[in-house]
Nanobody, 119 residues
Framework: QVQLVASGGGLVQAGGSLRLSCAASESIFSFTTMGWYQQAPGKQRDMVAT???????NYADSVKGRFTISRDNTKNTVYLQINSLKPEDTAIYYC?????????????WGQGTQVTVSS
């Protein structure tokens, strides 16, 4: 069973920075895509940033220029560097991994890490 452990969240003032980590229980080379999603209270879970096994990245328009996703294959970990935090970034951030094989897609989720930005 794949396990994704997210960490790095916390309470930070607006304008501050955080680095979230998502540690996988197996080699992240096996995942087609990994990414981060955010879910604010009462809202749906939205994609923030993704990175493919080849290193291609994709970002939500709202975070471009402030968020950076990266991966360390040696540590089986994906990171999300968050800069210039805004109160509207307050949410639970979930790590996601997608594995596509033989026409099937398998989604895995971490437990989430809370990010709270004070104004």
């Amino acid at each position: 069973q794949v396990q994704l452990v997210a960490s790095g969240g916390g309470l930070v003032q607006a304008g501050g920075s955080l680095r979230l980590s998502c540690a996988a229980s197996e080699s992240i080379f096996s995942f087609t895509t990994m990414g981060w999603y955010q879910q604010a209270p009462g809202k749906q879970r939205d994609m923030v940033a993704t990175i493919t096994s080849g290193g291609s990245t994709n970002y939500a328009d709202s975070v471009k220029g402030r968020f950076t996703i990266s991966r360390d294959n040696t540590k089986n970990t994906v990171y999300l560097q968050i800069n210039s935090l805004k109160p509207e970034d307050t949410a639970i951030y979930y790590c996601n991994a997608v594995r596509r094989r033989l026409g099937f897609s398998y989604d895995y989720w971490g437990q989430g890490t809370q990010v709270t930005v004070s104004s």
